[in-house]
Every structure is written in structure tokens, then in C-alpha cells.
């Protein structure tokens, strides 16, 4: 497998430490607000990651983090009117409502900042030990910068324009503007730990060195996040975390691309700020991450409610599709006629094996998706054509078809759905988005159908004019008719 490594800017074939076992850390919320499309996408992209690896045979320990202790959860408790603790509880209770809801796996450790603080202390104090830092009269502890001769290797930048660009507020007894805090001296009415430069709390990038070494021996395999961590938090992590423990951190940085809406950076200053409950309202989640993975992740996405329309379309096509290849199997076991022509079965062993090579290539779900769809129009091919649904070979191709759907599907955590069950949640949430109340067209269908029954096909056809206006089609099928929007 070869990943694209941040710090080397380059794909290098991906060895762990030690075979067999990944040791993969990746930068969770802090946890002030909701979860927005950003997010879903880091979380969707090593979601993937994770799966995969396992899939492989890899042993894999998944760290991910939660920040519970910030100036952002500090005002957003003004706010609220409630303590900082109650609101970090509400918005990662939150974040697992959500994140369960894209099917994203639990990851194996789930710190929380506020529960490491003797973690995160005991690595100030090996700094200050080693004179990478420096605690202040005030009861600051800062990382001195300059005393890191590779600062700047992870994000590419130059410490003197750094320099350049930097200042010291009011207040701060900072000895260079590059450096960072480690440790804050505490505030009126904010949460404080004691500790021996005084009453404090962490600074935010000391959290994720702590928290790594506390579930994994260094150098981690990989560290994973959004590609606005890489400065400075990544940074400075990387930084504090090679001068406190003399060893290498990382082997592997990887950083998934921005979300963008309309080709713009999300943010709420724009007001193009989107939540995944507001997405939840209208769509169905797996519409969501099937969105999410339908580029590589290290490219931009720009998302759109347009987009997700089409990615909907899609994954409609991959539902029905199986449906009606799970239907067919039975009729297409015995078959005894000619076996299907060769190029048909090269394709679905070719597709079968390229997702897997896709996603060596540096996790190419876009590619492993195009494989799916590939698969679902080879079906579609079997199924709509009656001399080859007799071929005495197209129940099995059908069911490799149907197999290698899974197993892609179970990596990129898709198409696990029963899939009448799904199309029936689909239809339900176009119809909802529609303004149609699925009652009302099942009560003109039944009545349509009792006026056929009767054979009243003036009532019938007037019933199905009325569908026609709210924007249903009805098919008509052995099994009784089928609704959907048109």
C-alpha cells in the first residue's frame, strides 16, 4: 500500500513498525458546536482508512481524541449559561449521534484533554527538563521554538517568515512571537488544574502529544487529520513531541483536503456553514458519505445540496441494482444455455481486484467506487438482456457481482443496507423533501387499485393523474405497484 506522506510530500509504500500492527492517531472535535461537513469528511476519510487496514489482516490501534477544555467551549458556556464540562458533554454526545448515524466505527481509545492532565504535565515538565520550554512569573509555560532545529519541515514554512509575521501580545513574556503555550495561567470563573507553574489549564497542541503516548509507543504509524491542522497544531505537535521524548513521532502524516461550498472555504462569517443535522433533514446519511468518498481525499470537495441530489441518484442505482439481482438469483441458478461471453466475466474479475488496488494507491476511494459502478452496469447488462440472463454461467457471475459489492461496501462502509429496506427510507425521505405525504399517495394507490379492481378505469386513470401532479410514478409489478418520485 502507498500513502502520501505530508512531510515528504510524496507517496511512499506504507510499513509499519512493526508487521502486522498500525498504531493510527487521529484529531478529534473540540467540543463546542455541532459536527459540520468538515468534519464528517476527516472522520469519514479514516473511517475508511481503518477498515481497510483491518480488511488487510492488520492489527490496528485507532486513537481519536476529544478536546473537552478550549476558549471556544469557554465562550460557547457563557453562552449557554452552563459550565464548560456540561457543554463539551453535550457536543460529543452530540458528535456520536451524528458520526453513528454516517456509520462511522468507535475508535479504540477516546480521550478526553480533561482526563490526561497529569499526562500532559509530565511531558511540560520534560521540556522545561531539556530547555525546549520555559514557565513565566505569570505561570505561562511556552515551547521555545528556535530550540527545535526542524520546526517548519511538516507545513513547508520558513521560520523566518514566520518571524516576520509574528508579535507578542500585551500581556504575554514570551522570549521569541514564535513561541507557544503549553501551559495557561488561570483565569476568573474558567476551569483550572493545579500544577507546578500555578493554577492553569493545557494549551491545545500539548493534548494530542500526552494523549498519543498514552495508548502507543512512538513513533506513531500514522497521524491523521484535516489539512488546516498541518500549522500549526501539527506543527507544534510534532515539535513539542520529538523534543520531549528524543524519538521520531510520526511515521506517516496524512491530511485529507478542505470541504468547500460553492468554491468558497465554509465557514459562519460567509454563512455557508453546514451541519450534518442540516443534511440529516433532508437526505439520508449513506447519501452523505457516499458524497464524501466520491473523491480522493486529498483533493477539495465542494459541496452542494445539488451534488448531493446526483450522489442520491447513485446510490439509488447501486440499491436497485441489488435488489433485483438478489430477486433474479433463484431463476438464474439452473440455467443450462452458453456461458455468458468471456468479456463479460473478465470485467467483474477485474473490478472484483481493482477497488483493492484503488485504495493501495494511496486510498483511491473515488477509483474503488468507479469499480462499484462498473459492477452495478455489468449487472444491469445480465439482467436487461434475456440471452444472457439464460447464460449457464449468470448466476454465478451475478453472485460474484453481488460479492464483490460487499466486500468494497464493507470497506467503505456502503451498500450494507437491506435494500428494500433502503429504498423504501429513500423513497420516504424524497418524498418528505417533495412536501409529499407518503400517506396520501398510498391511499390513492389503494384506491387506484380497488377502481381497477372494478374496473372503473376512468376513477383509476383520474386517481393516477393525481399522482402524476404531486410528482409520483407508480409502476405496476407482479408484486403490486411500485411508488417513487419522478
Not at 512531510?7 to 473540540?30: A, D, H
Not at 522545561?128 to 513565566?136: E, L, Q
Request: proline share 4%; glycine share 8%; net charge negative.
Amino acid at each position: 500500500m502507498k500513502i502520501f506522506n505530508s512531510i515528504t510530500r510524496s507517496k511512499e509504500e506504507f510499513i509499519p513498525k512493526e508487521q502486522g500492527k498500525v498504531s493510527l492517531y487521529v484529531c478529534g472535535i473540540t467540543a463546542y458546536d455541532y459536527c459540520h461537513i468538515g468534519h464528517a469528511r476527516a472522520a469519514v476519510v479514516f473511517d475508511v482508512l481503518v477498515r481497510y487496514l483491518r480488511f488487510c489482516g492488520y492489527e490496528v490501534t485507532f486513537v481519536r481524541n476529544f478536546t473537552d477544555v478550549d476558549d471556544k467551549i469557554i465562550n460557547r458556556s457563557r453562552e449557554e449559561g452552563i459550565d464548560s464540562q456540561a457543554v463539551a458533554e453535550k457536543y460529543i454526545q452530540a458528535f456520536y449521534q451524528d458520526m453513528d448515524r454516517l456509520n462511522i466505527l468507535r475508535a479504540d481509545h477516546e480521550p478526553r484533554a480533561t482526563e490526561h492532565i497529569q499526562d500532559m504535565q509530565e511531558v511540560i515538565a520534560a521540556l522545561i527538563d531539556k530547555g525546549h520550554a520555559y514557565a513565566t512569573s505569570g505561570g505561562d509555560v511556552y515551547f521555545r521554538v528556535r530550540s527545535f532545529p526542524g520546526y517548519g519541515s511538516l507545513s513547508g514554512r520558513n521560520i523566518e517568515e514566520l518571524q516576520s509575521g509574528a508579535r507578542i501580545e500585551p500581556g504575554q513574556e514570551k522570549e521569541d512571537p514564535l513561541d507557544f503555550a503549553l501551559w495557561k495561567q488561570a483565569k476568573p470563573d474558567e476551569p483550572a488544574w493545579p500544577s507546578p507553574w500555578g493554577e492553569g489549564r493545557p494549551g491545545w497542541h500539548i493534548e494530542c502529544t500526552a494523549m498519543s503516548q498514552k495508548f502507543m509507543d512512538l513513533p506513531l504509524d500514522i497521524h491523521g487529520g484535516g489539512q488546516d491542522l498541518i500549522f500549526p497544531h501539527h506543527e507544534n505537535e510534532r515539535a513539542q513531541s520529538i523534543a520531549a521524548s528524543g524519538r521520531d513521532f510520526v511515521r506517516y502524516w496524512m491530511h485529507n483536503g478542505f470541504v468547500q461550498v460553492k468554491s468558497e472555504k465554509m465557514s459562519k462569517s460567509l454563512g455557508n456553514f453546514v451541519t450534518l443535522r442540516d443534511i440529516y433533514a433532508h437526505f439520508l446519511p449513506e447519501v452523505l458519505r457516499l458524497f464524501l468518498l466520491s473523491q480522493h481525499y486529498r483533493s477539495p470537495l465542494d459541496f452542494s445540496f445539488e451534488g448531493l441530489q446526483e450522489t442520491e441518484k447513485g446510490l439509488k442505482r447501486v440499491y436497485q441494482t441489488k435488489k433485483n439481482l438478489e430477486s433474479a438469483l433463484p431463476s438464474l441458478e439452473g440455467n443450462t444455455g452458453r456461458d455468458l461471453p468471456a468479456r463479460i466475466s473478465e470485467e467483474v474479475q477485474a473490478a472484483a481486484g481493482q477497488w483493492q488496488q484503488s485504495l493501495e494507491d494511496d486510498l483511491n476511494t473515488a477509483a474503488a467506487l468507479g469499480c462499484a459502478f462498473g459492477l452495478i452496469r455489468t449487472a444491469n447488462r445480465i439482467l436487461e438482456d434475456k440471452t444472457l440472463r439464460k447464460a449457464g454461467d449468470a448466476g454465478r457471475v451475478c453472485r460474484d457481482i453481488l460479492s464483490a459489492l460487499d466486500g468494497l461496501g464493507s470497506v467503505l462502509g456502503l451498500f450494507d443496507q437491506d435494500s428494500e429496506t433502503f429504498l423504501n427510507s429513500l423513497r420516504a425521505s424524497r418524498a418528505d423533501r417533495a412536501g409529499v405525504d407518503p400517506r396520501q399517495v398510498e391511499d390513492l394507490i389503494a384506491r387506484r387499485q380497488e377502481a381497477r379492481k372494478a374496473k372503473d378505469f376512468s376513477l383509476a386513470d383520474a386517481l393516477r393523474d393525481e399522482l402524476v401532479q404531486l410528482g409520483v410514478s407508480v409502476q405496476d409489478t407482479p408484486q403490486g405497484p411500485v411508488w417513487d418520485l419522478e
